[in-house]
């Protein structure tokens, strides 16, 4: 550190105090008339004060400022009465502060400041008054040395020789400075006995503060004295306690504690435990009734007895094995879902017929907003069992899956266990939500946690590691929801039954909304049937102009919107019932947010809509081919991934080899450059069912012939120029069909997965299955050149 010190020689200071000085503004401080005070100086203009007194005269005034978060404070901002001062030392610090020693010398007004930059700079008057001696001055000072004396005894701060300085000071004015400055006062209080100029005024106040803070010490002192005879009592009790144990003993006569232990015996035994699991928990029963209770691991011990006994170790609720009913439950909560239905009606036939089944371990995935997670309650309500459900999403920590193992502060077991006993059923619907968003770090593997509770085989035997003894799982049906498949390690998803949930198309869009979103929005929103009337055009507009998703979650925050301005409407007298029709969409929710993309497409060479697959349902994507000179470059932007960027060198490689069959100059590419760009470039993409688009494109670039902007297509492409098969054709087709689109191009091996695609849906669009490259340049380019 460079230090920088300058100290005053040890005499007195000459001269009398001038009539201007410059104003030093202090935070959260008051320095008092004789008292020498360290303080810390970092504001820029402070500093440069410092540095300018510290020159010349080291004189300045003091004077706090009125709010003490205030970084550059105006003259208003300023108390009028402070104290000069001089500087006795002076130490600067790396960092640009400056720490001072100072001594105040006198109290001061400020009668007018006459400079503000670079420091405040003020006419002053000194303002203290000579005292003359009298009696009652003399009282008041004597009180007030003894009150303070009290103080200081009570107050481990304040160092005892305080005692002896305050005893040797003759001066009354000098002795209120000196035990203000060392009282425990706001600076509020420490402002106003500094402005008071008269010291008879001036003792009197601050004995009335000395009293309380003396009285308030006492007390303190008092609530202390307490607490140590209550800690005495206690040991005394806990002597008389044991004695009193032992002399029940010899008359054999039972305790509280004893009662206790033999009601937690009761709990246990009727609790329906396997006998290994209550040999377990009457083991560690008589652990407990050796402990003291207030030992450490008491309450641990206690805390897994409670957990032991809560339970439902027998606990089962009788299933509904009426499979009518059944179906009518479900299709009351959900619309369609064939798929779902169909499997959880063939589990209650299975159960009928063999009481003791194992639930099933069944995986739900789709998009966002098919009705995943609600699928799990309606299957519960119509089997009769409680439902329980945990979210997987973000999860890291092993312990959340299995627990933690109870030698550490605050162990639970893990959230299986734990819903179980809020279940309060062994048999319940359990729910394990987004489980393709599980984690993995260096807390172990969640993932491979779920291994044990998934597998029909192993479940029967989970073990906690809070329990430490296995917990039957087998008749526990869990059902695991994701949105895509690929993130689910192998090993898990082997153990799912994949259930696929596609996304929605318009028209069951329209029956859920009306069937399930409307009437449980005019509910939650507090209407009544007779205030709001839908037309189905006007929800057709909604899902067409308002929402791009393959569920219907936007749906009802549209309809939900509606809604609260229809209620709005009610609440301010409006009697009339609400026609929301598609005239009046704008007017409730503001302009269209999407458009047919086809709309506002022309037939253009190399330009050419595709079809892919998002854990979203699928959606269209447009494919750029240009070409510029050059010298043979191949430039790809927008995100691709490798394989797709191999797809557009495939491509480009088949059309270079059948120039002359395509009716291309064998020559073309050696003096040109092409640049094939996907939109939507801050999405990554890839995948190989681009392939056909790619081609499509290039051929369309190179020939000078236009692409039809009605049609989309998809399918992987070989050198050979085959189509291969693809997936995601059900998502494929209805992303198509939300879009506009009414052509589709589809490799012949995909025709069978047209049969997951509805009837109408099939009806109103025509399909062109193509094997070749060459076919699907027939069908998808244009015959003329574009002028």
């Known amino acids: ?5 300058i100290q005053l020689e040890n005499e007195e200071i000459q001269g009398k105090i001038p009539d201007e000085l410059p104003v030093l503004p202090l935070r959260d401080t008051v ?18 004060l410092i540095n300018e007194v510290i020159s010349g005269s080291r004189m300045l005034g003091l004077v706090t400022q009125r709010d003490a978060e205030d970084e550059d404070p105006s003259p208003k901002d300023l108390y009028s009465v402070g104290v000069a001062a001089v500087i006795l030392r002076m130490l600067k610090f790396p960092d640009g502060s400056l720490r001072v020693l100072i001594q105040g010398l ?3 007004r400020i009668t007018e400041i006459h400079q503000v930059e670079p420091f405040l700079k003020a006419n002053i008057k000194v303002i203290d008054r000579t005292l003359r001696p009298s009696t009652e001055i003399e009282a008041l000072k004597r009180n007030l040395v003894i009150q303070f004396q009290k103080v200081v005894s009570l107050v481990p701060q304040l160092p005892d020789e305080l005692q002896v300085v305050v005893v040797n000071t003759n001066d009354p004015g000098k002795l209120a400075d000196l035990i203000a400055s060392n009282l425990s006062l706001s600076i509020q209080e420490k402002q106003e006995i500094l402005e008071i100029v008269d010291v008879h005024t001036r003792l009197e106040r601050l004995t009335v503060y000395v009293n309380r803070e003396l009285q308030v010490l006492e007390m303190g002192s008092k609530i202390q004295d307490k607490v140590q005879t209550e800690l005495g009592k206690n040991q005394r009790e806990y002597f008389l306690r044991e004695q009193l144990r032992a002399i029940q003993k010899e008359l054999g006569v039972g305790d509280d504690r004893s009662i206790e232990i033999e009601e937690l015996r009761q709990k246990i035994v009727k609790a329906g435990m396997p006998e290994e699991v209550e040999a377990e928990g009457l083991r560690e029963l008589d652990r407990l009734a050796k402990m003291q209770p207030g030992a450490a691991e008491y309450t641990v011990s206690r805390t897994y ?55 099933p371990i069944l995986c739900f995935v789709g998009p966002p907003g098919v009705g995943k997670t609600s699928l799990g309650q309606s299957i519960a309500r119509a089997m009769g069992r409680n439902f329980v459900r945990i979210s997987l999403g973000g999860v890291h920590d092993e312990a959340e899956i299995r627990g933690h193992r109870r030698t550490y502060i605050g162990a639970l077991p893990g959230r299986i266990i734990q819903n179980l006993k809020t279940a309060g059923s062994n048999n319940p619907i359990f729910m394990l939500d987004e489980v393709d968003k599980i984690g993995q770090d260096f807390r172990g593997d969640p993932a491979s946690a779920l291994l044990e509770v998934l597998d029909p085989q192993q479940n029967f035997s989970f073990s906690d590691h809070y329990l430490d003894v296995p917990f039957d799982l087998s008749k526990v049906m869990f059902i695991t929801t994701a949105n895509i498949l690929h993130t689910i390690p192998g090993a898990l998803r082997d153990r799912l039954e994949v259930i696929e949930l596609p996304g929605y198309i318009e028209d069951e869009k329209v029956e859920i909304a009306f069937k399930y979103l409307i009437p449980r929005q005019i509910d939650e929103n507090g209407l009544k049937r007779r205030h709001i009337r839908f037309s189905k055009p006007a929800i057709r507009a909604v899902i067409q102009n308002y929402t791009r998703e393959a569920g219907v979650r936007n749906l009802e925050r549209q309809i939900a919107t509606i809604c609260r301005k229809v209620a709005r409407k009610v609440v301010e007298g409006t009697e009339e019932t609400q026609k929301i029709e598609p005239a009046n969409l704008r007017e409730l929710l503001g302009p269209a947010k999407f458009f047919s993309e086809v709309a506002e497409h022309k037939d253009e060479p190399g330009i050419v809509t595709g079809l892919a697959w998002t854990p979203t349902g699928g959606d269209i994507l447009f494919i750029e081919a240009t070409q510029m000179k050059g010298n043979k470059g191949l430039m790809l932007t927008g995100q691709l991934g490798d394989v797709m960027k191999e797809s557009v060198q495939a491509a480009l490689s088949y059309i270079r080899t059948h120039a002359r069959d395509l009716g291309i100059e064998p020559t073309f590419f050696e003096n040109l450059d092409v640049h094939v760009h996907v939109p939507a470039g801050a999405i990554p993409k890839d995948g190989p069912s681009a392939g056909v688009t790619m081609a499509t494109a290039l051929y369309s ?17 070989t050198l050979r120029g085959k189509v291969l098969p693809v997936g995601g054709i059900k998502e494929k087709v209805l992303a198509a069909r939300r879009s506009g689109i009414k052509k589709i191009v589809l490799p012949e091996k995909n025709r069978d997965d047209l049969e997951q695609v509805p009837e109408n849906t099939k009806k109103s669009m025509t399909f062109y299955f193509v094997d070749q490259l060459d076919q699907v340049f027939d069908i998808a380019v244009r015959k003329k050149a574009k002028k």
């Not at 550190?1 to 010190?5: A, K, Q």
């Not at 320095?31 to 440069?48: D, G, W, Y």
Request: hydrophobic share 40%; charged share 30%; no cysteine.
């Open 1 to 5: 550190m460079d230090d920088y010190s």
């Open 106 to 108: 006198s109290r001061i």
């Open 305 to 359: 007895l409670d957990w032991m006994i809560a339970l439902p170790w027998s606990v089962s609720t009788v299933d509904n094995l009426d499979i009518e009913r059944a179906r009518q439950v479900l299709d009351e909560d959900h619309y369609d879902l064939k798929n779902v239905k169909e499997r959880i009606l063939e589990y209650l036939a299975v159960r009928k017929l063999k009481s003791d089944t194992k639930g």
């Open 701 to 717: 670039l190179f020939v000078g012939r236009p692409v039809r902007h009605d049609i989309a297509m998809t399918g992987e492409i």
């Open 31 to 48: 320095v008092f008339p004789n008292i020498v005070t360290p303080l810390v100086v970092a504001r820029e203009k402070s500093v440069s």
